[in-house]
């Protein structure tokens, strides 16, 4: 049995709820996958101030997996959210993977297509995908990336008007970038994979079911965050004020 903690960063439940269904729809049926999202933080995450206050909150969920016993502790940690908020840190903490949903998703295009395009939510979060396709080394693969200017909260519950300017995102994506790959750029778009494959012929990638199915692996594999070097335990040292519980 394989444990899997899928930390949404933002503290929109009914989002948390949404990712927690897709998560366990890609688990297979011997991963017990537990859905969290922080009590702190912002109620979605789309500019660099939202991203570095989601940091404490996911950090503090990273925390309660690695203390946790029986179903609620964690083999491995998947971060849902399409910036990859904390994912160093995280790795820091944690003892099993933890693996960034616009990570596993760019690994996963690129095995299944030369090329892909990324749909995001509001276009000033296109630098930030741009940055991640860099840091991951998928920036020649990477033909585009589409903002649909919708608010990610927007996602909790679309309607269908939302669902066509999706849509029609993901057709702009496929036939003005020749694109072989459509990368969702939020967990919230995670529900809209299959309708969006449907509808564009193209392969849809969503980064939950991505991600979920990559820490299954490694933790079948036997594969941790390696301690040797900069993923070592931070240092201990006192932290004052609001963060003084987060002191190692």
């Known amino acids: 049995m394989t444990r899997i903690r899928v930390i949404n960063p933002n503290t929109s439940r009914g989002m948390t709820e949404s990712i927690g269904r897709c998560a366990r729809t890609a ?16 109620e979605s995450i789309e500019s660099h101030y939202d991203e570095a206050l989601a940091v404490p909150g ?12 029986g179903a ?10 399409f910036g990859d908020p904390g994912l160093d ?8 993977p933890v693996v960034g949903i616009a990570e596993a998703a760019m ?5 299944v297509g030369r090329s892909f395009s990324v749909v995001t939510t509001l276009p000033r979060t296109t630098g930030r995908t741009w940055d991640l396709a860099r840091r991951y080394g998928f920036a020649d693969a990477c033909r585009g990336v589409h903002a649909c200017d919708i608010p990610v909260l927007d996602l909790d519950d679309p309607g269908p008007a939302t669902l066509r300017t999706v849509t029609e995102a ?3 994506a496929v036939n003005e970038d020749g694109c072989d790959v459509v990368v969702l750029g939020c967990a919230g778009m995670a529900p809209l994979a299959p309708m969006l494959a449907r509808r564009t012929g193209a392969q849809v990638i969503d980064g939950v079911g991505a991600a979920v199915k990559l820490v299954e692996s490694l933790v079948s594999l036997g594969l941790r965050t390696s301690k040797r ?20």
């Open 58 to 69: 996911l950090l503090r969920e990273i925390a309660a997996g690695e203390t946790a016993e």
């Open 89 to 96: 840190a995280a790795r820091e903490l944690a003892t099993g």
């Open 229 to 248: 070097g900069e993923y070592a335990p931070p240092p201990p040292k006192k932290y004052r004020g609001l963060l003084g519980e987060f002191s190692v």
């Open 27 to 42: 688990a297979a049926p011997s991963t017990v996958v537990t859905t969290v999202n922080p009590a702190m933080g912002p």
């Open 107 to 111: 690994h996963m295009a690129v095995l």
């Open 72 to 81: 609620d502790a964690a083999d491995g940690y998947v971060i849902a959210c």
């Open 170 to 172: 993901c057709t702009a």
